[in-house]
């Protein structure tokens, strides 16, 4: 029996319909969900203060399991060594003075981040992810620089460092207002108190958590900016004295349970294999504090320095399937880069203003072959001085003349009281071999002015660029920061 051609025609329409129909469904459940991001970003932790990195007197089980299934990345920089301008460059993918954010901006700053900056929330909720963060902000307290007004959906936190408060012991009366805490951009304790402060470690891994919960069948940003270890140190009562190593020790048995209660989320709502974990710090240890601040492991001095105990800092990562489970990396790479790098990761366009940060994912999955895409990179500090070079490779550093502040040697303070530190100079460039000698203790600029010369070309570009108030030079690539006018 012959069907009619027309009929014919239909079936032979309907079934190629139900082909494409199945091909299109099995390729978009081949389709790999874009991945969860958690960045942990504490707070003067040092480079030696975590168990991978060499910690001693205390453990750090959920950090060490961090590092044993993904990777830890020993040559790994903030760009700048304090909190507000560190950052901005966290946030936003640029060295912070290029936005006109220097230093750890204070409750009378009456400027922020710009509106017109994209942040890493308003990258990801360009592609459609939920937002959030909880802890530390530092970039604006006024309405307009808040992070409602940058990206994130939800904030629980405070504005600027735990320790502008009126209970700091050293300042005058009157010196800082009352801590106030925010919730999505209201206040919702407008003075917090020392009992408070103790419990924010946990409360902040709390909303973690619970943003993981409430947001686990779309793509989601978290960003948990712990103020700890930053001094006041503050703990709960579940880890106060159980840790042996003083309060520094508690304090990082607590921040380690945090990083543990997030593992466990994830793996409670199967998201762990979907989720990239970055755990890293705004910058070195507060050393002037003594047995109140972290280590920065075997680099030279600590926060507020170019040195590399200022700007190297302990960097994990996890993804399991996509990063390599136990890879010990010594590539070279900063904050800056993880904006341009995780936009290729979720496929999001980059803005239109110039960023300093470049994509180093073929470096952080330890890609054989793979090269830094940088020339080098620079750090400035107070209000803009270029203070050093750094070659891409991390091999080689030039540590411009200027003054900077040090210990000299001496012992830091104790029981939240801080030493006195001296100002020196250094009077001429020096050159230093990381490689061989990561404690920046031999300059060997005689030996290899071929290096000098190239890293002096390359701090030039960045004066032209960003400018050097130690050589009087004004940039051409300045943003200005935002301005509250009241």
Not at 166 to 172: D, I, N, V
Not at 369 to 396: C, I, K
Request: aromatic letters at 10%; glycine letters at 10%; proline letters at 8%.
């Amino acid at each position: 029996m012959h069907l009619p051609l027309s009929r014919a025609f239909s079936l032979l329409l309907a079934c190629c319909s139900s082909l494409l129909f199945a091909a299109s469904t099995a390729a978009s459940a081949a389709t790999p969900r874009p991945p969860n991001v958690i960045i942990i970003f504490c707070d003067d932790l040092g480079y030696g203060d975590i168990g991978p990195f060499g910690a001693k007197g205390y453990a750090t089980p959920h950090l060490d399991r961090l590092a044993r299934d993904g990777a830890m990345f020993t040559g790994f920089h903030v760009s700048q060594p304090v909190c507000s301008a560190s950052r901005a460059a966290l946030l936003t993918g640029c060295y912070s003075n290029r936005l006109g954010i220097h230093g750890a901006l204070s409750p009378n700053a009456n400027h922020g981040l710009n509106s017109a900056e994209t942040t890493l929330a308003e990258l990801f909720k360009s592609r459609g992810y939920a937002t959030g963060m909880a802890g530390k902000w530092h970039l604006g307290h006024h309405a307009p620089f808040l992070p409602d007004r940058h990206g994130f959906d939800e904030f629980l936190g405070i504005p600027y460092s735990n320790d502008m408060w009126p209970y700091h012991p050293e300042a005058k009366p009157g010196t800082y207002p009352p801590l106030p805490l925010f919730e999505n951009g209201r206040v919702i304790d407008p003075a917090v108190t020392p009992a408070a402060m103790d419990d924010f470690t946990a409360r902040f891994t709390a909303r973690a958590v619970s943003f993981i919960e409430r947001n686990r069948a779309a793509p989601f940003f978290f960003y948990l900016a712990h103020p700890m270890p930053h001094v006041p140190l503050a703990v709960s009562a579940r880890f106060k004295g159980k840790s042996g190593a003083g309060l520094y020790g508690d304090v990082m048995l607590e921040l380690d349970w945090s990083v543990g209660e997030i593992l466990r989320a994830l793996e409670t709502h199967g998201l762990d294999r979907d989720t990239l974990v970055i755990f890293t710090s705004d910058n070195g240890p507060w050393l002037s504090y003594g047995d109140h601040a972290g280590s920065a492991g075997p680099f030279r001095e600590g926060k507020g320095t170019a040195w590399e105990g200022g700007t190297r800092v302990p960097c994990l990562m996890r993804w399991p399937g996509k990063i390599p489970a136990g890879l010990r990396s010594d590539a070279t790479f900063m904050t800056i880069d993880l904006l341009p790098t995780l936009a290729r990761l979720i496929d999001a366009p980059l803005s239109a203003l110039p960023i300093d940060g470049r994509d180093v994912w073929p470096l952080i999955v330890g890609r054989p072959g793979a090269v830094n895409p940088h020339e080098g990179y620079a750090t400035w500090f107070n209000q803009n001085e270029l203070q050093s070079v750094l070659s891409a490779d991390g091999r080689w550093k030039l540590v411009l003349a200027h003054r900077y502040r040090t210990l000299a040697g001496r012992p830091g303070g104790r029981d939240g009281l801080p030493a006195k530190y001296e100002n020196v100079a250094l009077p001429a460039p020096a050159l230093f071999e990381l490689a061989r000698d990561p404690g920046e203790t031999t300059d060997v600029a005689a030996a290899h002015p071929e290096i000098v010369q190239r890293l002096q070309v390359f701090a030039e570009k960045c004066r032209a660029d960003l400018g050097d108030s130690l050589t009087g030079r004004t940039g051409t690539g300045l943003r200005e920061p935002g301005r509250f006018a009241q």
